[in-house]
């Protein structure tokens, strides 16, 4: 398939074993380098005009939507070729909307969507990217399904959804974007949940009892109490995250990020830490827990990024550079995964959908490696005596 130092061509070659013919690899292989090569809107005709021209256009919409490869195979390797090359930090869950005029693309319905804060005509799902603090890759998706495709007999025959697939929360769907790699080397590491909106506990529920970190983006009027079991001296009245920290502020402590935002230079900033439970937490049951983490990245001033951490013995600088990596991971987002068409596809069926976005991640690795190799050091010369 590869021939000489083709990055593009050897980075397939590894990922696309499971596909057992070598028609569907060649093809797989080209519908990535159409990805990065097409201009505008990567919708099927404008790849399959890289892949062969009007004539090729029926075959590319099989191979995407019909055909039997499997792509949860193809994640798998994905995620252990990420974990190898990258040195990734951890996971990074973040939500995806994409936003649709009409009905029938697959997982297409008036949503609310918790981040934005309002209703939209869209797909939501939710991507589990490997992060360090150089780069980060999607290797992982999770569509949200909502009761009107999974109810519907025939909508859910057109769009070809698996029996299996079922009625889930969000929180639900946001873990099963890593749980679905946790066989992978890289699958226990650290979780970072940048998804505003999302209800704390069943995060942690339906994340369950890792050993390693987890954080969860809140928002400032997300309900929290102070853990008196640590911090004896203080009331457990529910208060909103923005209240604490406006007030506790004798708990904010400068703060440094090796890597910076986005991996740019070293950033010092203010943190704070403090001991909670989550606000919603009443009556008997298990105490869960945690710290409220404020962050303000260059200056004490402004609005702080929150998170809710359940640290697993992590010092909070490490917390504080786990929680940053959703910059890196939203960067890479809107530079490099729109730019290869993670949004655009628009057909109608669920395994179309899979394959596409599939393709699209392994596109977005490519395009990091890329940028990686070009902005190597060249080597030195020898000198000839």
């Given amino acids: 398939m590869a021939t000489g130092h083709d990055l593009v061509g050897n980075l397939c070659e590894g990922l696309f074993t499971s596909l057992l013919r070598r028609d569907q690899r060649l093809k797989a292989e ?15 005709r ?106 519907d007999p025939l909508r859910r025959h057109r769009a070809c959804i698996p029996e299996t697939s079922r009625a889930a929360g969000l929180e639900e769907c946001a873990s099963d974007a890593v749980r679905q790699l946790e066989s992978t080397r890289a699958g226990r590491r650290p979780v970072v949940v940048d998804a505003e909106g999302l209800d704390v506990r069943r995060c942690v529920r339906h994340f369950g009892e890792r050993r390693s970190p987890l954080l969860v983006r809140i928002g400032p009027h997300t309900p929290v ?61 298990p105490r869960t827990p945690m710290l409220l983490l404020a962050d303000w990245p260059s200056a004490p001033h402004g609005d702080a990024r929150m998170w809710l951490a359940r640290g697993a013995g992590t010092p909070v600088p490490g917390l504080l550079r786990l929680a940053r990596l959703a910059d890196t991971a939203e960067r890479d987002c809107a530079a490099v995964s729109e730019r290869i068409g993670i949004r655009d596809f628009a057909g109608r069926s669920f395994q179309g959908w899979h394959r596409h976005i599939t393709l699209a991640s392994v596109a977005h690795l490519a395009a990091v490696l890329t940028t990686a190799e070009r902005h190597a050091p060249a080597p030195a010369l020898s000198r000839v005596a």
């Fill in 46 to 151: 404008n790849i399959a005009e890289q892949m062969g021209g009007e004539a090729a256009q029926q075959s590319v919409h099989h191979f995407i939507s019909s055909s039997s490869w499997d792509w949860s195979a193809v994640r798998r390797s994905l995620a252990q070729r990420v974990d190898a090359v990258l040195a990734p930090r951890a996971w990074v869950v973040r939500p995806l909307v994409i936003p649709k005029a009409g009905p029938h693309t697959v997982g297409v319905d008036q949503q609310f969507v918790p981040h934005l804060g309002h209703t939209v005509n869209a797909q939501q799902a939710f991507g589990a990217w490997l992060a360090s603090e150089r780069a980060a890759v999607p290797c992982n998706w999770r569509l949200v399904l909502p009761a009107s495709w999974l109810e």
């Fill in 225 to 285: 109490r102070v853990d008196n079991t640590r911090l004896h001296a203080y009331s457990d009245k529910p208060v909103t995250a923005g209240q604490l920290v406006a007030t506790m502020k004798q708990f904010r402590r400068q703060a440094a990020s090796p890597g910076g935002y986005g991996g740019h230079g070293a950033d010092v900033g203010v943190a704070a830490a403090i001991p909670v439970l989550p606000g919603e937490f009443d009556g008997p049951g």
């Fill in 30 to 44: 080209s519908y990535v380098r159409a990805l990065l090569a097409a201009q505008g809107r990567k919708t099927l």
